[in-house]
Structures are given as structure tokens and as C-alpha cells.
């Protein structure tokens, strides 16, 4: 039974760490619920693993039947993973999402935080044209604080950008583009004020995410 509920807990911390819980879209701050989510992430992963060591110590007929319920949880851990950072899981995500991301992408330029699918959208730009809506996403917990990147839906041609050397552009699927920002404002000294051209092309979302964590530093 206590390794069943191992396979309960990771499901629902999961969730209560998405975009999905009905506290998401409040801009209240609520970084001590992150900050303990957090945490308990590495509890979930100790205890996995002591199970797993005690399965190791046990009798060849009983390690069987522990190994089910550690089974079901690392396939449950493995889901998880995917479809939170890999590129077919996003690419998963945006088309469970679309109807509600067109929806918000039409409203045209807004600050309402709302959901859009199982996206957290802060605000909603258009710097270089109406038809190419920029959706700036954000995270649970954060009073609104964003994550450096955009949805942005140019079809199949590269989105404009009004920054080039700030920008970078990921193509996920169906006209969507993953827009990634260099917090570093100053490469930017090359473009020009209020002309916007074509952006730079990315090759995968990991290297959009290390683009971010370079202007981190």
C-alpha cells in the first residue's frame, strides 16, 4: 500500500506544480507553495529510491511484487518528464491547446493572466504586426513573473522581431513558434528602433532554453 501511494503522490504533485490548479491564475504570490513543491520533489525521489533499495534487500518472491507498484511509479515519473520539458511533449501541448490559444491570440493585445489550454499566459503583444500575436507565457506561484518565452503564430514563414539579437524562434508545430529572450538587452545594439525584421532560427527547444539561460547569467 505505501508504494501504491508513492504512485498516487507523483501524479498529483505534478499537478498541483502545472499550470492547471485553480490558484494558477491568480497574480497573488505564492513562492513559499513553490519553494515547498520544490522540496517535495526531492522527498518523492528519496523515498522512491529507499523503496527501491529495500526491494533489493527482499526475497526473490517478494521483490516481485514491489517492483509493480515501483514500476507503475517510474512510468508514471518518465510520462511526467516528457511531457513537461521534452520537444514531442510541448509539441503535445500546444495542439491539446490550440482552440483556446487562437482564442487568446485574437482577443489582440491584452495583461489579463489567463489560462489558454494547459498554457499560462501573462500578456498578449504584437511588436511587429496584428497577424503575428506574441502570447508571453508565465509560471504558477509567481505573482505574474514570466519565463522568457512567448508562443508566437507566424504560419510557416520565421516571425519579425523588433530586436533580432534579443530573439530567437523554435518552429513547434502548426503555424506555432517558441519565442526564447535574451535578457541581455545590450546584443541588441545592432538593430534599429521601430523596424522589425526576420528572426534567428533555432534547431531544437533545448538549445532555445540554453539562449535563455545564457542571458541569465
Same mark, same amino acid.
Given at each position: 500500500?505505501?508504494?501504491?501511494?508513492?504512485?498516487?503522490?507523483?501524479?498529483?504533485?505534478?499537478?498541483?506544480?502545472?499550470?492547471?490548479?485553480?490558484?494558477?491564475?491568480?497574480?497573488?504570490?505564492?513562492?513559499?507553495?513553490?519553494?515547498?513543491?520544490?522540496?517535495?520533489?526531492?522527498?518523492?525521489?528519496?523515498?522512491?529510491?529507499?523503496?527501491?533499495?529495500?526491494?533489493?534487500?527482499? =526475497?526473490?518472491?517478494?521483490?516481485?511484487?514491489?517492483?509493480?507498484?515501483?514500476?507503475?511509479?517510474?512510468?508514471?515519473?518518465?510520462?511526467?518528464?516528457?511531457?513537461?520539458?521534452?520537444?514531442?511533449?510541448?509539441?503535445?501541448?500546444? =495542439?491539446?491547446?490550440?482552440? @483556446?490559444?487562437?482564442?487568446?491570440?485574437?482577443?489582440?493585445?491584452?495583461?489579463? =493572466?489567463? =489560462?489558454?489550454?494547459?498554457?499560462?499566459?501573462?500578456?498578449?503583444?504584437?511588436?511587429?504586426?496584428?497577424?503575428?500575436?506574441?502570447?508571453?507565457?508565465?509560471?504558477?506561484?509567481?505573482?505574474?513573473?514570466?519565463?522568457?518565452?512567448?508562443?508566437?503564430?507566424?504560419?510557416?514563414?520565421?516571425?519579425?522581431?523588433?530586436?533580432?539579437?534579443?530573439?530567437?524562434?523554435?518552429?513547434?508545430?502548426?503555424?506555432?513558434?517558441?519565442?526564447?529572450?535574451?535578457?541581455?538587452?545590450?546584443?541588441?545594439?545592432?538593430?534599429?528602433?521601430?523596424?522589425?525584421?526576420?528572426?534567428?532560427?533555432?534547431?531544437?527547444?533545448?538549445?532555445?532554453?540554453?539562449?535563455?539561460? @545564457?542571458?541569465?547569467?
Amino acid at each position: 500500500m505505501r508504494r501504491w501511494l508513492l504512485c498516487l503522490a507523483l501524479p498529483i504533485w505534478a499537478w498541483s506544480r502545472s499550470t492547471l490548479t485553480p490558484w494558477a491564475v491568480s497574480r497573488e504570490p505564492r513562492l513559499w507553495l513553490f519553494d515547498a513543491l520544490y522540496y517535495l520533489g526531492f522527498a518523492l525521489l528519496a523515498w522512491a529510491l529507499a523503496e527501491l533499495a529495500l526491494a533489493l534487500f527482499q =526475497r526473490r518472491r517478494e521483490r516481485a511484487v514491489t517492483l509493480l507498484p515501483l514500476s507503475v511509479a517510474a512510468g508514471v515519473a518518465c510520462a511526467i518528464g516528457w511531457w513537461t520539458y521534452s520537444e514531442s511533449g510541448l509539441r503535445m501541448q500546444l =495542439r491539446a491547446s490550440a482552440n @483556446d490559444l487562437y482564442r487568446a491570440a485574437g482577443a489582440g493585445h491584452g495583461d489579463v =493572466r489567463q =489560462r489558454a489550454g494547459v498554457f499560462l499566459v501573462d500578456t498578449v503583444r504584437a511588436p511587429c504586426s496584428a497577424a503575428e500575436p506574441w502570447l508571453w507565457l508565465g509560471r504558477p506561484h509567481g505573482a505574474g513573473t514570466g519565463i522568457n518565452r512567448a508562443l508566437v503564430f507566424s504560419g510557416p514563414t520565421m516571425p519579425h522581431t523588433p530586436q533580432r539579437d534579443a530573439y530567437a524562434f523554435w518552429p513547434i508545430a502548426d503555424g506555432w513558434w517558441m519565442g526564447y529572450q535574451h535578457a541581455r538587452r545590450d546584443l541588441a545594439a545592432t538593430d534599429t528602433p521601430n523596424h522589425c525584421v526576420r528572426g534567428r532560427a533555432l534547431r531544437s527547444h533545448r538549445q532555445g532554453m540554453a539562449w535563455i539561460a @545564457d542571458g541569465q547569467r
